[in-house]
């Protein structure tokens, strides 16, 4: 029996709700037929916006949302995406599939989302082919309040008033589809660009974000810590769970590769400590934010579909990688304060997939539903004894716990074996808990839903426990995300 310990006197920080982001790229399926129909389709919508899926990506209380890229932001120029649609210039998306992109969801369709969706925007700006003039002139557009030929060509545009903008980030992966620039040359132009983001509103400054390291660049961030530290409020990070020699397939896979993937992404752990080691280096009070906005599995795409749309199957191996993903993003709760999973809708780890009308949640979509309690709350001290998974390194067991101000524990424990029920007891220190509720997501390690049958994975109510005078004991199914409610 593994023994979970839990001490409600060590509270160690607030799990930042924007951990539980998200991403959407002009890629694929994503933003066009995924969230954004069209005012005149015959899908129920609401100003162009699926009313299915955004009803969805409600109820998991999406805080924040990334757009316009991924690669496509350092090609975009945001000048074509106003104004009359009629007029709006037509391109080829170069970076994903070779499509036409008309330009139809554009900064005002934008916006809409983030209103209908009730969450925060995070603007990426273009560092790679744009000017500083148009990225100031587009952060102008979007927030001055004032006389200013931007703000008057938004109000011509029928937008009388600024929106918010919660964060910019500026430039993405200019270390590569951004640009191919040396960490040294970025450093100074992040530093240029950065300047001219003004913040119209002093009451409500932008969090600029800086383009961070892939993997286990650290030269990266030690040269951007080094040189930019004091332009910054945040310095993004992208890792994922991908083999490029040797891709994997989103199912039918052996237990062998599920082991792997989840080993793989088991190393957000390792880049999360290294990185905020050195971030720790040059800002020990920990302003900066390390902003995870790009995460997930990256799999071989779905037989017969454009290989650079990148749509992929969802199986309970990705509600695996969220579940334990997300708890190693709740324990660094000091350093991470955004993460955005890519991508929402239709590509590489969605947490919805559609087809024409339709549209099924994924296990990853659960698993963001059984987590959202974290967003805000308390993270308090915990430790679970664990043994690894045969021959790699992860353990077995991988948890988080939370505390809400109304005292309200909220545990969320993974058991990452594929085969191996664990039992678990659990002891919470100076607590005697009154009643404990609980739910679970497990299926075998290639569940999945498809389009004829949507619910082969969900979450159910959870009963193989018992109430102890401290705590509880529980049998863990293999390859399952247990959430535990504690008052
Ligand atoms: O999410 C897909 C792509 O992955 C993004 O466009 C890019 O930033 C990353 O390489």
């Not at 899926?53 to 109820?59: I, Q, S, T």
């Not at 948890?399 to 969320?412: H, R, W």
């Not at 009643?435 to 390690?445: P, R």
Request: charged share 20%; proline share 4%; net charge negative.
């Amino acid at each position: 029996m593994e023994k979970y310990l839990i001490n409600p006197n060590q509270k160690l920080g607030t799990i930042n709700k924007n951990i539980y982001g998200h991403f959407s790229e002009h890629l694929g399926r994503c933003i066009y037929e995924g969230i954004y129909v069209g005012e005149d389709s015959d899908i129920p919508n609401v100003n162009g916006m699926r009313c299915d899926v955004v009803n969805a990506l409600k109820d998991i209380k999406i805080p924040v949302l990334r757009w316009p890229g991924g690669c496509f932001a350092d090609e975009y120029h945001w000048k074509d995406g106003i104004g009359p649609k009629e007029n709006r210039k037509k391109m080829i998306n170069t970076h994903w599939g070779g499509v036409v992109e008309d330009n139809s969801f554009g900064t005002r369709e934008f916006f809409e989302l983030c209103s209908q969706l009730g969450c925060d925007a995070y603007i990426s700006g273009n560092v790679g082919s744009g000017t500083v003039q148009e990225m100031s002139e587009w952060v102008e557009y979007m927030t001055f309040d004032g006389v200013s030929p931007m703000a008057q060509l938004r109000k011509e545009n029928g937008n009388e008033q600024p929106w918010n903008v919660a964060f910019f980030g500026v430039g993405n992966e200019n270390w590569g589809c951004g640009g191919n620039m040396t960490p040294d040359y970025y450093a100074d132009l992040y530093a240029r660009y950065a300047t001219y983001v003004r913040n119209y509103d002093k009451s409500k400054p932008i969090y600029k974000i800086a383009c961070g390291p892939s993997n286990f660049n650290y030269n990266w961030t030690e040269t951007l810590m080094k040189k930019a530290t004091p332009y910054m409020s945040g310095l993004s990070l992208h890792y994922y769970t991908v083999d490029w020699e040797n891709m994997y397939s989103s199912t039918g896979f052996t237990k062998e590769e599920y082991d792997e993937v989840l080993e793989k992404s088991y190393r957000m752990e390792e880049l999360v400590t290294r990185h905020g080691e050195i971030m720790n280096r040059y800002d020990p009070e920990k302003r900066i934010g390390m902003i995870v906005d790009e995460w997930g599995t990256w799999y071989e795409v779905e037989p017969g579909t454009n290989p650079g749309f990148l749509y992929q199957q969802n199986t309970m191996r990705d509600a695996i990688v969220a579940a334990l993903t997300l708890n190693i993003f709740n324990k660094h709760c000091d350093r991470v304060q955004m993460a955005n999973i890519a991508q929402m809708v239709n590509v590489l780890q969605a947490v919805i997939l559609t087809e024409g009308e339709q549209m099924l949640l994924t296990p990853t979509y659960h698993v963001f539903k059984m987590y959202k309690e974290h967003q805000e709350q308390t993270l308090l001290g915990s430790y679970i004894t664990t043994s690894n998974v045969e021959g790699r390194k992860l353990p077995k067991l991988i948890e988080s716990a939370s505390v809400s101000e109304d005292g309200t524990i909220i545990s969320t424990i993974v058991n990452t074996s594929a085969d191996e029920a664990i039992e678990i007891a659990c002891q919470i220190a100076d607590f005697s808990p009154n009643l404990i509720t609980a739910e679970i997501l497990t299926g075998n390690i290639d569940a999945h839903n498809t389009f004829e049958n949507k619910n082969a994975v969900g979450t159910a109510v959870f009963t193989d426990f018992e109430k102890t005078s401290d705590g509880f004991k529980a049998m863990l199914p293999p390859c399952s995300v247990v959430k535990f409610v504690i008052q």
